[in-house]
Nanobody
């Protein structure tokens, strides 16, 4: 059963913007922490941003000031607004939900972001 669905990836030039969306089940969205990760070819998975169930968010220093995480409660959707994109932001971006043990339990299928110079 598909429970996390990402969309919004694409190809843009450096300096451009994209907005990623992650639609979650109501259970996940309301009751779980959620996060955005990314993985570039040949690199380890990197945490980009998190949202706690009660609202607080975090964002990694490498994208601070350029990326913003926000949500639409009515749509059970988590967003990642990405501005001033750089070539090093090129990666597959994943939405994750429900932290359990040492990792998130649920993952989306990923959406590709490609930034060209």
């Amino acid at each position: 059963q598909v429970q996390l669905v990402e969309s919004g990836g694409g190809s843009v030039q450096a300096g451009g913007s994209l907005k990623l969306s992650c639609v979650a089940s109501r259970y996940m969205f309301a009751g779980c922490g959620m996060a955005w990760y990314r993985q570039a070819p040949g690199k380890e998975r990197e945490l980009v941003s998190t949202r706690s169930p009660d609202g607080p968010t975090t964002i990694v220093d490498s994208v601070k000031g350029r990326f913003t995480i926000f949500q639409d409660n009515a749509k059970n959707t988590l967003y990642l607004q990405m501005n001033s994109l750089k070539t090093e932001d090129t990666a597959t971006y994943y939405c994750a939900a429900c932290y359990s043990g040492s990792d998130f339990r649920y993952w989306g299928q990923g959406t590709q972001v490609t930034v060209s110079s």
